[in-house]
């Protein structure tokens, strides 16, 4: 079965950027999305189709992907932003998520 | 305003059964995918089930497979989740999703406030 892999954890300080990958056999040719979910809340959709934004989400969330790794990049991070984070890819009619990443802001 | 509102979840006994529903409103049901999503606590999300907006294609996961069954009622705006031989790792919190695509492609705009569902004796 098809699998992602996300770091653990990333650490970032306020104001800069952080980057979170996620990797999958030819992941690149494939759709990936991001997922962010903040405690007791449900996750929000932060970037599908590999870089395209949600109406409502900030321009500092910006997504790519190519070969074997997608990136969800946060520039000019802010401590709202501190939640875990969900890669998501469609392979052979299932849905795959990674395992997630915490994002500290500290 | 997209709104999912997902029901039925609780206790419930090993190899016992549950049936989650999920009441949707606020866009053409018929013309997206849905999903079910469940997260174990302090774990991460697992995709369990998605259904095409005709329902004519349904998709599972493979620890579910067998087990659950996903359909929709597009009368009733209406997706649910029938669970049986429960298990204990199907303890979790189960999100009803909405793709944004008619076909299933994992693309959740909207997901819903979640259901618990503890299987234990």
């Known amino acids: 079965s098809y699998e992602l892999t996300q770091p653990p954890s990333v650490s970032v300080s306020p104001g800069q950027t952080a980057s979170i990958t996620c990797s999958g056999d030819?992941?690149?040719?494939?759709?990936a999305c991001w997922y962010q979910q903040k405690p007791g809340q449900s996750p929000v959709l932060v970037i599908y189709?590999?870089?395209k934004r949600p109406s409502g989400i900030p321009e500092r969330f910006s997504g790519s992907n190519s070969g074997n790794t997608a990136t969800l990049t946060i520039s000019g991070t802010q401590a709202m932003d501190e939640a875990d984070y969900y890669c998501?890819?469609?392979?052979?009619?299932?849905?795959?998520f990674g395992g997630g990443t915490k994002l500290t802001v500290l | 305003e997209v709104q999912l509102l997902e029901s039925g979840g609780g206790l419930e006994q090993p190899g016992g059964s549950l049936r989650l529903s999920c009441a949707a409103s606020?866009?053409?049901?018929?013309?997206?995918?849905m999903s079910w999503v469940r997260q174990a606590p302090g774990k991460g999300l697992e995709w369990v089930s998605g259904?095409?907006?005709?329902?004519?294609?349904?998709y599972y996961a493979d620890s579910v497979k067998g087990r659950f069954t996903i359909y929709r009622d597009n009368s009733k705006n209406t997706l649910y989740l029938q669970m049986k031989s429960l298990r204990a790792e199907d303890t979790a919190v189960y999100y009803c999703?909405?793709?944004?695509?008619?076909?299933?492609?994992?693309?959740?705009?909207?997901w819903g406030q979640g259901t618990l569902v503890t299987v234990s004796s």
């Open positions: 999703a909405k793709d944004e695509d008619e076909r299933v492609r994992g693309w959740y705009g909207h």
């Open positions: 606020g866009f053409t049901f018929s013309s997206y995918a």
């Open positions: 259904i095409s907006g005709s329902g004519g294609s349904t």
């Open positions: 030819k992941l690149g040719d494939k759709y």
């Open positions: 189709q590999n870089y």
């Open positions: 998501q890819a469609w392979d052979s009619s299932t849905v795959v």
